[in-house]
């Protein structure tokens, strides 16, 4: 490795630790909470160290955040591929959507500040840099729709599911409803199994279980 190299390499891993630290205090304080001073004491550098590689803090945030939004695109695409044409994969993508949530809910609780506060869904002000954090927070969020519009497309195509609404309107109907039950999940994890008598995952299971039945034509 020549010194140009190093140079790239050693920006590159100062960056990601950057990120790193400013995950660790975002899941820790939320974006209000969160402070550049905070973000630039837990990576060990000062704020002058932090805007050589963000612009600010809702930069920072986004990059954190995109984090997220991809890991959550790839359990879903994971689910579908292993799903195949034949069902649908609407069960396989609740499944990892449950599985994800479970794992990772600080990521979560980041993405529907991001939802609420960045991302344009229709109209508004889109972001004009393509190599934005923002831009890429944009365009993954995008495709993660897609992919749960697309399955719900098949399975009406199949005559599996009602379609007296539209892909896209069942889609977001679908979204609010498991990211609400997420939410809920998550908050009364502790000793959810002795308070409600079943586990959260067979509560989930009778929850798709339900909205199976639900969309039936």
């Known amino acids: ?5 190093r140079k790239v390499w050693e920006q590159e891993q100062r960056r990601i630790r950057i990120v790193d630290m400013a995950e660790a205090v975002f899941f820790k304080y939320g974006y209000d909470g969160a402070t550049l001073p905070a973000i630039a004491e837990a990576a060990g550098y000062n704020k002058r160290t932090l805007y050589l590689y963000f612009k600010d803090k809702e930069d920072l945030f986004l990059a954190v955040v995109l984090r997220g ?3 959550l695109r790839a359990a879903l695409k994971d689910a579908l591929d292993k799903a195949g044409a034949i069902g649908g994969g ?9 599985t ?5 809910p600080l990521y979560l609780d980041l993405i529907m500040i991001y939802e609420s506060r960045y991302f344009v869904y229709h109209g508004g002000t889109a972001c004009t840099d393509p190599d934005s954090h923002r831009e890429s927070c944009q365009q993954v969020s ?3 729709a897609s992919l749960v519009t697309a399955a719900i497309a098949v399975g009406m195509d199949a005559g599996r599911v009602r379609n007296d609404l539209t892909p896209q309107q ?3 109907i679908l979204w609010g409803q498991i990211v609400g039950v997420m939410k809920i999940l998550h908050m009364r994890r502790e000793h959810f199994d002795a308070a409600f008598g079943i586990s959260r995952e067979g509560l989930f299971d ?4 339900m909205i199976e039945r639900g969309l039936r034509p």
């Open 1 to 5: 490795m020549d010194s140009s190299d």
């Open 142 to 144: 995008e495709t993660i």
């Open 170 to 172: 069942l889609m977001l």
């Open 100 to 104: 994800f949530s479970v794992d990772h």
């Open 69 to 71: 939004l991809e890991g």
């Open 90 to 98: 609407l069960r396989e993508l609740a499944g990892a959507f449950f």
């Open 206 to 209: 009778r929850f798709v279980e």
